[in-house]
């Protein structure tokens, strides 16, 4: 927290709810929050209809549908909040906005976490408009809660994990378009070992560099719990890299907050 | 017509010289190869994967050389349309020489494409002398599996889109308002 929050006489709300509430309105009221929802909801929509249509050509089972959609529910809502967080510091230097919100009586950090909170909504409120989908999938075979439950929690974590990268390269980048791009290659970068694995390496190399990515872990694991019907607590080793990611990348995002200025490369 | 004309053939060999009930049991031509397969029976879902074992034994007293083996599917139901081709990817094996009273294990692997009560046998055709032997059946058993009722789907596809559609809209006319 700087002196600017320690202020006295100013309102007893904290500083990164003030942000917050600021940040929210700019992302649903005037911003792209539901243009992203009806985007993500046709994709979603066309997704649920592929695969409830094609059952019996692709053999997918009810469990497995259940999987399929929730896994690209997931992805997908995730991926929104890199776009939202990754604009996050960048976005304002663009705009040539972030000199005045320096200046206001805010902290950094609390701008980092009132801004990454924010970004986190996408997910949720993305999350929230899956739940029909899912409902309608999986009826019939009790598995709708566990779908819900379960991708909340790796979702959640991998939000968490997304939004701390795409607030630490925000801050260090001098544009919108340069951050989000780091923040897709390096998913990418993660993301890539992890498919190769599948196709020709030895089952213990191949298994490893699946737990190292965070993304490839955490829908595995969705899958053990949907799927072959493990029990939560069956596969916590998947849970592994997610929650180390989401806490590291957090922790980093809020260290660097003490770095934004109004060039990436000076020093505040 | 031929490959009719072969699968008829094969399954004449097949009743004749393998009883399902004694599944394990070689199924041999004293002069020639046996064939045994690790079970009797296989329980699996519509698009399950499975996998068996075949033992090929040369019984006779010399070499044999050229011997093939080829996994069949058929379907009791005479309603049922099987493709073999379908089940699995490799159906055909060809084995190495086997001196006398020397096996060989196969491994075959397959995925349930049709349900309802099915046939896997192996046949080992001895190009050599122009023989074919059969394994003993497996009784193939393929359930199906509880499907989505996907009737409903479109109202669901269109509808959620269209609600945040509309709130989309809502928006914009709201905004417009307050900025004219």
């Known amino acids: ?268 | 017509m031929r490959r009719l004309t072969a699968a008829a053939v094969l399954l004449l060999s097949l009743s004749a010289t393998s009883p399902m009930q004694d599944a394990r049991a070689a199924s041999s031509d004293p002069d020639g190869v046996s064939v045994q397969v690790d079970r009797t029976s296989i329980d699996t879902q519509l698009g399950g994967r499975f996998t068996f074992t075949s033992t090929v034994r040369n019984e006779s007293g010399e070499t044999i050389s050229g011997l093939i083996a080829h996994l069949n599917v058929l379907s009791s139901d005479p309603g049922t349309y099987v493709d073999p081709e379908d089940w699995s990817s490799r159906r055909t094996q060809y084995l190495d020489p086997l001196a006398p009273h020397e096996s060989a294990t196969l491994t075959w692997r397959g995925q349930a494409v049709n349900s309802g009560p099915l046939v896997l046998y192996v046949a080992v055709i001895d190009s050599t002398h122009g023989t074919v032997t059969a394994s003993p059946a497996i009784e193939l058993a393929v359930r199906r599996q509880p499907s989505i009722d996907a009737s409903g789907i479109l109202p669901l596809a269109i509808g959620v889109p269209a609600a945040v559609g509309l709130l989309l809209a809502l928006n914009l006319l709201q905004r417009r308002r307050t900025s004219s």
């Open chain 1, 1 to 268: 927290m700087t002196e600017l929050d320690k202020r006295p006489g100013r309102s007893t709300t904290p500083a990164w709810l003030v942000v917050l509430d600021r940040e929210l309105r700019d992302i649903w009221v005037s911003g792209r929050g539901l243009p992203l929802m009806l985007a993500y909801t046709l994709m979603l929509s066309f997704t649920s209809y592929l695969v409830a249509t094609n059952q019996a050509m692709n053999f997918l089972e009810v469990r497995e549908s259940v999987s399929l959609t929730l896994k690209v529910a997931v992805a997908v809502s995730v991926l929104l909040v890199v776009l939202a967080s990754a604009d996050a510091i960048s976005g304002e230097r663009e705009r040539e906005t972030l000199e005045s919100l320096l200046l206001s009586p805010v902290g950094r950090s609390a701008l980092v976490v009132g801004k990454g909170a924010a970004a986190l909504s996408l997910w949720l409120a993305a999350m929230a408009l899956s739940c029909p989908y899912l409902w309608f999938l999986g009826r019939g075979v009790a598995v709708v809660g566990k779908a819900v439950v379960g991708g909340l929690v790796v979702g959640a974590l991998l939000a968490l994990f997304l939004a701390g990268l795409g607030m630490l390269v925000s801050i260090f980048s001098v544009s919108n378009r340069v951050s989000v791009s780091v923040s897709l290659f390096l998913l990418v970068a993660l993301y890539a070992p992890a498919q190769l694995a599948t196709v020709g390496l030895q089952p213990s190399v191949g298994d490893v560099l699946q737990r190292i990515d965070p993304f490839t872990s955490g829908l595995s694991y969705l899958d053990k719990v949907i799927i072959d019907g493990h029990s939560p607590g069956q596969d916590l080793g998947l849970m592994i890299s997610p929650v180390i990611a989401a806490v590291v990348f957090s922790a980093l995002a809020l260290v660097a907050s003490s770095r934004i200025a109004l060039s990436p490369w000076e020093r505040s």
